[in-house]
């Protein structure tokens, strides 16, 4: 069974930083692409970044391309977000999940809250 529990969450303010984790259970984690969603109060949920298996290539949405930075450890079979200058329009809760290309395999966990003060 797949899990992947998402953490790291909290409140920042605009133009600190902040890591998001996913742990990931229940699968092979090193064959499959990851990515990270959002979804704003309001919203839709919308993509934020993926990475492929092998951690080579990073794909980013044009809101976040050059603040925000994807990694994952298959050794730990935990994927990240780093969140460097964050903005408020960032706001939002933040789900991992496994993907092909941008979109998502399974369904959402709970995620993981980020605030971002101004």
């Known amino acids: 069974q797949v899990q992947l529990a998402e953490s790291g969450g909290g409140l920042v303010q605009a133009g600190g930083s902040l890591r998001l984790s996913c742990a990931a259970s229940?699968?092979?984690?090193?064959?499959?692409?990851m990515g990270w969603f959002r979804q704003a109060p309001g919203k839709e949920r919308e993509f934020v970044a993926s990475?492929?298996?092998?951690?080579?290539?990073?794909t980013y949405a044009d809101s976040v391309k050059g603040r925000f930075t994807i990694s994952r450890d298959n050794d730990k079979k935990t994927m990240y977000l780093q969140m460097n200058s964050p903005k408020p329009e960032d706001t939002a809760v933040y789900y991992c999940?496994?993907?092909?290309?941008?979109?998502?395999?399974?369904?959402w966990g709970q995620g993981t809250l980020v605030t971002v003060s101004s």
């Open positions: 999940n496994r993907v092909v290309g941008r979109r998502a395999l399974d369904a």
């Open positions: 990475i492929t298996w092998s951690g080579i290539t990073t």
């Open positions: 229940g699968f092979t984690f090193s064959s499959y692409g």
